[in-house]
């Protein structure tokens, strides 16, 4: 693991308050990470403003970081992340030239690509309107990419760009993290506290990263009870790992890698 998303994820976890270099160095060792270079990350990142000191050896994410910590916490919300769909009604984004951070936006929240610097997804997020081009600029969107709402498509190029989602794979992944979450879940109390931890911490990151960049398709077109079951599993192993690191952070640390 990349000691610049380790100290990332883990500040996460701390919220406004954050933590002390100490327990970053600790956590860092579970894996294989070194002081040395734990420090010479943690000053790299504070000089790019994505973690400020707080205090003498004291720190916490920077506020421009927020909205991605808020993004991967929506995954709480489960399928209220979702309304009903207007058949063939779909949001449409037009980038022309669209940036990484773009793509990585559009992609994060559900869009594929339909065009050269066109992107759509069934219309179907609980935000509308305003509150959806501020939650997507909030994320790093370009003022540039257009937003359309509502726009219909004919049955067949409804069903044409709908194969971009390719659900059995998705349902699989949903699955096999089910089992996992499952075995873990049943074995975590009887690790060594260390092992316990960096298991929670991996595997639940991996959970969090499938439910917090999943699409959340219209149950049309993706029937949700196994993303669902998936849901519940996280929420209450969410809840078993705290009490793994309960002298540690607020909530479970989850590696958050591949969010950004």
């Not at 701390?14 to 294989?32: D, P």
């Not at 993004?71 to 984004?93: D, K, M, S, T």
């Not at 960096?198 to 917090?212: N, P």
Request: charged share 25%; with cysteine.
């Amino acid at each position: 693991m990349k000691s610049a998303n380790l100290i990332l994820d883990l500040l996460r976890t701390y919220g406004r308050k954050g933590t002390g270099v100490q327990v970053l160095m600790e956590t860092a060792g579970m894996f294989q990470v070194s002081e040395n270079v734990m420090r010479v990350t943690l000053s790299r990142l504070a000089s790019r403003g994505l973690v400020e000191k707080v205090s003498r050896g004291h720190y916490r994410l920077a506020e421009g970081s927020d909205p991605i910590n808020d993004f991967v916490e929506e995954w709480r919300l489960g399928e209220r992340r979702r309304r009903p769909w207007q058949v063939n009604h779909f949001l449409i984004a037009h980038c022309q030239a669209p940036t990484d951070k773009d793509e990585w936006v559009l992609s994060a929240s559900g869009f594929r690509r339909a065009g050269i610097g066109l992107w759509m997804r069934p219309d179907n997020l609980v935000r509308q309107g305003d509150e959806l081009r501020t939650w997507l600029s909030g994320l790093g969107l370009s003022s540039e990419c257009l937003i359309a709402e509502g726009a219909h498509l004919g049955k067949a190029d409804s069903e044409r760009f709908l194969q971009c989602y390719d659900t059995s794979s998705l349902n699989r992944q949903y699955k096999e993290l089910a089992r996992a979450l499952k075995k873990s879940a049943a074995r975590l109390s009887s690790l060594p506290k260390a092992a316990a931890m960096k298991e929670s911490f991996t595997l639940g990151g991996k959970a969090l990263q499938l439910l917090a960049k999943d699409p959340y398709l219209p149950e049309e077109v993706q029937e949700p009870s196994t993303r669902e079951e998936l849901w519940q599993l996280m929420v209450d192993y969410d809840e078993q790992g705290r009490g793994v690191w309960t002298d540690k952070p607020a909530s479970m640390p989850t590696d958050m890698t591949s969010y950004t």
